[in-house]
């Protein structure tokens, strides 16, 4: 397909604010990064608070702030 004398190519995903949508009949959105991400920031915050006393509104915030912006696409830089 050509805009102009510009050639655009098909391709099977593409990749948009960090989400990968996917080619088909219907709308696709591939998620599988984002929760490999999020369970990986999941898994470092619960492994250093595994020994420490720390109370659970501690390890809520940290997981709230840590963790759930990946899921929501929230970028802090």
């Known amino acids: 397909m050509y805009i102009g004398d510009d050639n655009i190519s ?8 960090g989400v990968t949508f996917v080619d088909g009949i219907y709308f696709n ?22 020994d420490a006393s720390d109370s659970e509104l501690v390890l809520l915030h940290l997981l709230r702030t840590k963790c759930l912006p990946i899921l929501l696409y ?3 830089a």
């Open 29 to 50: 959105v591939d998620t599988l990064v984002l929760k490999r991400q999020f369970y990986a920031a999941c898994n470092i915050v619960l492994l250093k608070l595994r």
């Open 74 to 76: 929230i970028r802090l």
């Open 10 to 17: 098909w391709v099977k995903s593409l990749k948009y604010l």
